[in-house]
């Protein structure tokens, strides 16, 4: 069973919520937000595997292009050009989509890999760490993220998603059975949390809200959840202390006044998303 | 000989938009016909490589100069490699940049600016 944790606004708490969780359910912790995965920063895991990401990406043998610019015309991600009587790749914004192959008449196209980024793997505490790393200047996550995610552990995977609403958090929903998403009360908490939870509504999944440096007060969130009918699995406070232990980058679970409201989110999570 | 504006609007009066990639039209100025026609910019609505795009549009439209504000990194490339040549402007009014040509006011642009400026 695969848990995603989302948030639409970045730096709400989906790594504290996604690294602490995964501790309360041992379950395996698994950073998809690969442009800055920071998990590990946190959970330290000893790394035992790495695997590198390869994307496929066109390469024109010069001795057969005729340079026709079918290929060009063919690409939809503007990654060909044709100038001079040239043709000019640009290969970061290939999608590896195959069109410029099949649409050259020549067999002067042909696809070689290169790599983006790496998978790492590793245990901490006794719980399974992955983490997808794209490479610095990379522009693509989606193939680090998909590399990440087909390749998940059997049992409970909690899967730390990338911020935003965009194709990354989409594409790491997809293999989600249920969604957590981490908000906190302020203005532009809402209004990414409203834009996360018409994402997630799209995948029919069942979903809930932990609201992070929550004042416990009926504050906007909670008259949003109440408006719109979504469950909250429940709350972190705002504390100076958990303030402190982060900026450490230590685990608020291994932390005895802390580790109780996890345990706490645990078990209600298990009430709010069917468990499998 | 044709020169390639970057522009908000269809016509001479419109503003020359500093952005290259993401304008909304091109103004193409043929000089010896004092004639102009406009295109829609296809960088506006492409998902990513605007400045690519652009550029592919006004190397099939035979341009021998472009006049912009800025251009990024891949879209200086391919001009460069089509040996046309770029203006930097202000953004006034495409009557008054191409004036400002023909006057040789314009400076030229030797490299480009940062990527995704226009976004």
Redesign the interface.
């Given at each position: 069973m695969n848990i995603a944790v989302l948030s639409g606004k970045g730096g709400t708490g989906k790594t504290t919520v996604s690294t602490n969780l995964a501790l309360a359910l041992k379950s395996n912790y698994v950073d998809c937000d690969v442009e800055e995965p920071n998990g590990f920063l946190f959970l330290k895991p000893k790394i035992d595997e790495v695997e590198k990401v390869l994307v496929d990406y066109p390469y024109i043998d010069s001795n057969k292009c005729i340079s026709c610019g079918s290929c060009?015309n063919a690409c939809q991600?503007?990654?060909l050009?044709?100038?001079?009587n040239?043709i000019?790749l640009?290969e970061k914004?290939c999608h590896s989509c195959g069109a410029c192959e099949i649409a050259c008449n020549h067999g002067a196209l042909k696809y070689k890999k290169r790599k983006t980024g790496t998978i790492e793997k590793g245990k901490s505490k006794d719980i399974n760490c992955a983490r997808g790393v794209l490479d610095i200047g990379e522009?693509m996550a989606v193939p680090i993220i998909n590399k990440l995610l087909d390749n998940l552990l059997e049992g409970l995977n909690i899967i730390d998603c990338p911020p935003g609403t965009s194709c990354n958090v989409v594409n790491a929903l997809k293999y989600a059975n249920g969604a957590i998403l981490v908000t906190e009360p302020t203005k532009f908490g809402l209004h990414d949390l409203d834009m996360a939870v018409e994402v997630v509504k799209m995948f029919n999944i069942d979903y809930g809200i932990i609201i992070n440096k929550d004042d416990g007060k009926e504050n906007i969130i909670r008259k949003y959840c109440k408006e719109n009918n979504i469950k909250i699995i429940g709350a972190i406070p705002y504390s100076k202390d958990i303030a402190e232990i982060y900026s450490k980058g230590e685990i608020l679970y291994d932390d005895l006044n802390q580790k109780y409201i996890f345990d706490e989110l645990a078990e209600r999570i298990k009430k709010v998303i069917a468990w499998s | 000989m044709k020169i390639g504006l970057s522009s908000n609007g269809k016509d001479l009066d419109s503003t020359l938009d500093l952005r290259f990639g993401r304008c909304s039209y091109f103004i193409i100025y043929d000089i010896e016909k004092s004639d102009f026609e406009s295109i829609e910019n296809k960088?506006l609505t492409?998902?990513?490589?605007?400045g690519?795009?652009a550029?592919?549009q006004l190397?099939d439209e035979n341009v021998d100069v472009i006049i912009t504000g800025k251009l990024g990194p891949?879209a200086f490339?391919?001009i460069n490699?089509?040996?046309i040549k770029v203006f930097k402007s202000e953004a006034i009014s495409i009557k008054d940049a191409i004036e400002k040509y023909k006057k040789g006011e314009l400076l030229e642009l030797k490299e480009s600016g940062p990527a995704h400026h226009g976004m």
């Open positions: 060009v991600f503007n990654a050009a044709k100038v001079n040239d000019m640009f914004l522009p | 960088g492409s998902e990513g490589g605007a690519i795009a550029s592919q190397i891949n490339n391919i490699k089509a040996d």
